[in-house]
């Protein structure tokens, strides 16, 4: 069965600095990986992918994320923080090539942006 | 071009009531699913359907049962709700039933039950 872990409850940040939120999966095979952003009382919005190809996949807002298979990790980041940009963020998970195996979330990590 | 729409968007119970959260997407999408989310367990997976009239237990079915009779609708189905079954549900369809394609969610019902 996949998993996915985000060690961090929460990540501080002040405004125009690096962000860095983390995510690391155990998954049967190659992954699908998925980044989503939750905004208070709104649903799930996507923020990027890893399919194949480049490791780095660059999202909506500035994000991007790094695919390390040999880490199993998946981590988010932007360069200079909004801060607009706290929410909640959620790391997924699906393998690749199973048919139709469901989207695996972790349990999400809290972005504060401090002015 | 609405995406995903769940109604209601609040609802309060009586232990042993039961209801139906609806799910309406105008996308065409194959592959639709309901999750309960609750603090500190992230997003979990209740029932799932890959197309109409095929449907398929997630992680925490028990006390939920879905349908899927047309590719637009997915309605939840609480029989005998229950104090547990308190939390934030939330509908989610997706173009494809193999995982490539990402997810749309919709707003979210905030269910209580007492």
């Known amino acids: 069965a996949q998993s996915v872990a985000q060690p961090e409850d929460q990540v501080n940040v002040a405004e125009g600095n690096p962000l860095t939120v983390k995510c690391t999966y155990s998954?049967?095979?190659?992954?699908?990986l998925f980044w989503y952003v939750q905004y208070p009382n709104r649903g799930l919005q996507f923020l990027l992918k890893?399919?194949?190809?480049?490791?780095l996949v660059k999202g909506s807002y500035g994000f991007e994320a790094e695919f390390n298979k040999s880490q199993t990790s998946f981590h988010l980041k932007k360069p200079s923080a909004l801060v607009s940009d706290s929410a909640l963020y959620f790391c997924?998970?699906?393998?690749?090539?199973?048919?139709?195996?469901?989207?695996?979330f972790g349990k999400g990590t809290m972005l504060l942006v401090s002015p | 071009n609405a995406g995903v729409t769940q109604t209601p968007k609040f609802q309060v119970l009586k232990t042993g009531q039961s209801m139906t959260l609806q799910c309406a997407q105008d996308?065409?999408?194959?592959?639709m699913s309901w999750y309960r989310q609750d603090p500190g367990m992230g997003l979990r997976l209740i029932h799932y359907?890959?197309?109409?009239?095929?449907?398929d237990q997630g992680e925490v079915p028990n006390g939920y049962n879905v349908s899927r009779s047309t590719t637009e609708d997915f309605p939840l189905r609480l029989l005998s709700a229950a104090p547990s079954q308190t939390s934030v549900y939330f509908c989610?369809?997706?173009?494809?039933?193999?995982?490539?394609?990402?997810?749309?969610f919709g707003q979210g019902t905030r269910l209580t039950v007492v």
């Open positions: 996308m065409n999408h194959e592959y």
């Open positions: 998954v049967s095979g190659n992954p699908y």
């Open positions: 890893y399919i194949t190809g480049d490791n």
């Open positions: 997924a998970v699906r393998p690749m090539n199973s048919g139709y195996s469901t989207l695996t």
């Open positions: 989610a369809s997706r173009e494809d039933s193999h995982g490539i394609t990402e997810a749309f």
């Open positions: 359907s890959v197309g109409a009239g095929i449907t």
